[in-house]
């Protein structure tokens, strides 16, 4: 039964991914032109190179805030969700919730340009207000791909949330009052507890989806942005430079598994103590 699903696998992941880990192994002369023989001369130029040190840092970086900021906004959204009062409500909620997904990403993105531009309905209305004389610049700059990046990936922190604790027993919450504590007791000590696998399943998703996403930085934050899915689109289209592409690429998908593992890692820790 699984047969299909292997081929597909095998011939769309597996086999692109050993062919280019082949490339990232090549070396190029001045005009890019690709030479005989293998070796590391890529991967000595990302892990030796400022520019690319630092292009890796900064995505990391922008990927975890972006993790956690979605899951501190996940929480009371997968609380309403899950505690809708009637069924009719949690419907139309995760309709709402879902509806995003069904639009490009592209669209969404530059619906955020709309909003942030300085001739854009945030500083026309902040202007309108009187509250300032000069437009805001709030485009070509982390803080707008942040912003963007956590309306995009923030229903994917939502679903594993709500499924945590839409699975908590409210006999659990009940049994904990009845005992003399209250309800910020309960929450700290028994249903936050209880949802980790659900905030560390979103935010491994989160993260990953920022770390590799290059759409919505390059239309929000400009090509200028030191993100590496960036640099790696401007290595292969725009220069061209095919094998230090792969090799930024493998580097990326390297510094990515480690922090995926690390956070899989805790998560069977924890449901190794907590369920033994």
């Given amino acids: 039964m699984l047969s299909p699903t292997l081929l597909f696998l095998i011939a769309f992941l597996v086999v692109p991914g050993i062919l280019l880990a082949g490339l990232s192994l090549r070396n190029v002369d001045s005009m890019l032109n690709i030479q005989p023989g293998y070796g590391l001369s890529q991967y000595i130029l990302v892990f ?17 805030g972006t993790a956690l900021l979605c899951v501190l906004l996940a929480y009371p959204a997968a609380w309403l969700l899950v505690n809708a009062p ?21 669209i969404r993105t530059f619906a955020w340009i709309v909003l942030l531009a300085q001739n854009g309905l945030i500083n026309d209305a ?15 700059n982390m803080n707008a791909v942040i912003i963007a990046y ?7 922190a939502v679903l594993p949330l709500a499924t ?17 504590a209250g309800r910020i007791h309960t929450f700290f000590h028994v249903t936050l507890p209880l949802t980790l696998p659900g905030m560390l399943t979103g935010a491994i998703i989160v993260f990953a989806l920022a770390a590799g996403s290059y759409i919505t ?60």
């Avoid at 690319?52 to 922008?62: G, K, Q, S």
């Avoid at 604790?165 to 003399?180: K, Y």
Wanted: glycine residues 6%.
């Fill in 48 to 64: 030796g190179s400022t520019t690319y040190a630092n292009a890796l840092f900064t995505t990391l970086w922008v990927s975890l």
């Fill in 126 to 140: 902040l202007r309108n207000l009187g509250l300032i004389d000069t437009p805001l610049r709030m485009l070509w």
């Fill in 150 to 156: 956590v309306q995009v990936m923030l229903p994917f």
């Fill in 217 to 276: 930085p390059l239309l929000i934050g400009g090509r200028l942005q030191p993100l590496l899915p960036i640099t790696i689109y401007q290595q292969a289209v725009q220069i061209a430079n095919l094998p230090l592409a792969a090799a930024l690429s493998f580097s990326l998908l390297l510094i990515t598994g480690i922090v995926v593992f690390l956070l899989g890692a805790v998560l069977k820790r924890w449901e190794k103590r907590t369920y033994g």
């Fill in 86 to 106: 009637t069924r009719t409500v949690r419907t139309v909620l995760y309709v709402l919730l879902v509806s995003p997904l069904l639009t490009s990403v592209v």
């Fill in 164 to 180: 945590s604790l839409g699975e908590i027993p409210q006999s659990l919450s009940r049994a904990s009052m009845s005992l003399g």
